[in-house]
Every structure is written in C-alpha cells, then in structure tokens.
C-alpha cells in the first residue's frame, strides 16, 4: 500500500506521517529530508550550488540514507540535527529545482516502495512519485500557522527564531515550490485536501485513518 502526502513547507507532513505509517505499521519516508541532506553536503563541501552538473553529480556519488527511526545519514554519518537550519531552509529551493536532482530522488524514493507499505510525504509525491498512489492526500494551513509551528519546532530544537525571516523564508519555499517547472507542489481533483489550521495533529490523523478504512 502506498500513501502520498504533498503539501507546503510547515503544514505538518512530516509529524502525521509519521504516526500514521505507525497505525498502519507501514514505513514513513520524509522525501524533503532527503533533500535537506543533499544541501547540507553542497554548503559543507563548498559545492558550487548554481551548477546543476555539480549538485546531480555529488547526489551520485552521495549514499543517502533514512533509517528506520528516522535519521538521515549521509556516507553512513547521522547529519540529522544539522538540516533543519535556516541556512537548509534558505538554499534548498535551489536544489530542489534541477531536474536531474529530482529524477535520481525519485529513483531513490520508489525503491523504499519495493515490498514495503509506505507513507511517503513530500511536494510531488501525488503527482510524480507515485501518481498511481492508493491515497492520494494534500494537507496544507495558513502561512501564519505554519510560521507559528516552525517559530516552536526551532525553540524546541534550541534555534535561533524570528518570525517575520521565518515568514518570509516560508512565503519564497511557498513561491519556489509552486512555480518551478519541474516537480512543482500542484493541488489536483485526486487528492484529498486537508486544512490543518485549527485542527490537533491526532484530529487530522484521525481523518485519514476514517478515509484508509
């Protein structure tokens, strides 16, 4: 079984994701980390991040990995704490926006669907990944909630916040990811939208749970 779930930076993809696969035993892949990762290895090893030859080649020569308690690690090192900087968050659009980054992820993102239930989240999960997905879902919530939810999540982590840079940070990922050409975020008749704005992050696990069965 596979479960799609697409929506915008900050809608809460990754914390229900991850509770649903658990109610369904099914495997959770967070597809943005995998892109966070490929950041994290272009800003540290000075990678020329304009070249989309350099960025695809260093994701060849790159092992990723998420493992089952949900690390990332990069050449077998757990990176997990170092991704979700406001540095990450402000290069990867850049990343995510070369084709041929996006074809060998999505190469990488199909295999863990080989003999595994899987939810899988992301931004073109429901319409490039797994178009033919059994559930396809779209959870998204007002720029302002996200802001406030990654505002807590980086008090939580011990980073630095500031609304307004966190607002507009999220504002251009919204823009980016939207607009580019290849692997765009699109809202479509097939997906189940879900406005989490004023609902608990069980209520909306719930809902789908109702929707699986």
């Known amino acids: 079984m ?15 994701s991850k509770l649903l696969a658990k109610r369904l035993n099914a495997v959770y892949i967070d597809t943005g980390s995998m892109y966070r990762s ?32 949900d690390r990332n690690l990069l050449d077998g090192e757990d990176i997990t704490p170092y ?3 406001e540095e990450i968050n402000k290069n990867i659009s850049i990343i995510c926006s070369y084709p041929s980054v996006r074809e060998q992820m999505r190469v990488k993102q199909r295999a863990f669907a080989k003999n595994n239930d899987i939810v899988m989240e992301g931004r073109d999960i429901t319409t490039e990944v797994f178009p033919d997905a059994d559930y396809k879902f779209y959870l998204d919530a007002s720029i302002e ?6 505002v807590k999540q980086n008090e939580e982590l011990g980073l630095e916040s500031n609304y307004d840079e966190i607002y507009e940070s999220i504002k251009n ?7 580019r050409k290849y ?6 008749p097939e997906q189940i939208y879900i406005d989490s704005s004023n609902m608990t992050i069980e209520e909306v696990v719930d809902y789908m749970m109702e929707v699986i069965k």
Request: glycine share 8%; charged share 35%; aromatic share 2%.
């Open 2 to 16: 596979i479960i799609a779930i697409d929506g915008p930076a900050g809608a809460g993809k990754g914390t229900i």
């Open 83 to 85: 991704i979700r900087t």
């Open 183 to 188: 692997g765009a975020l699109k809202r479509t």
């Open 145 to 150: 909630e996200r802001t406030n939810r990654r």
């Open 38 to 69: 490929l950041t994290y290895k272009v800003l540290r090893d000075n990678i020329d991040m304009t070249s989309e030859e350099l960025v695809a080649k260093a994701l060849k020569e790159a092992n990723l990995e998420i493992t089952k308690d």
């Open 173 to 179: 990922r919204d823009h980016s990811d939207m607009t």
